[in-house]
């Protein structure tokens, strides 16, 4: 059965730094893409970052670009999201997810989905 599973999210300050990681099983992920999306209260899931797993070719929200990492090991079939100067705005919950051959944005592309992980960052 194929399964997403994040970890890494927690508390930190303004400006500071936190790794998320996706870690993936029960199906052939060099044939997908797996997206980084997060939700926060009140607001709608919205697009972070994408990558294509084969090639490694990343995408970016505007608002994360410069500040985020998108990177995976093929060897351990993980995914990971290095964040760094984060914000107060960044404060969401964090879902990795799988499912499209490219890197899509739209999460109805994705059909693979982890349980989520808080990631909040205080002033």
């Known amino acids: 059965q194929a399964q997403l599973v994040e970890s890494g999210g927690g508390l930190v300050q303004a400006g500071g730094s936190l790794r998320l990681s996706c870690a993936a099983s029960?199906?052939?992920?060099?044939?997908?893409?797996m997206g980084w999306f997060r939700q926060a209260p009140g607001k709608e899931r919205e697009f972070v970052s994408a990558?294509?797993?084969?090639?490694?070719?990343?995408y970016y929200a505007e608002s994360v670009k410069g500040r985020f990492t998108n990177s995976r090991n093929k060897a351990n079939n993980t995914a990971y999201l290095q964040m760094k100067s984060l914000k107060p705005e960044d404060t969401a919950v964090y879902y990795c997810?799988?499912?499209?051959?490219?890197?899509?944005?739209?999460?109805?592309?994705?059909?693979?989905w982890g349980q989520g992980t808080q990631v909040t960052v205080s002033s």
């Open positions: 997810a799988a499912g499209p051959a490219y890197p899509r944005k739209a999460a109805d592309d994705y059909d693979l």
């Open positions: 029960g199906r052939t992920f060099s044939r997908y893409a």
């Open positions: 990558i294509a797993w084969y090639s490694g070719s990343t």
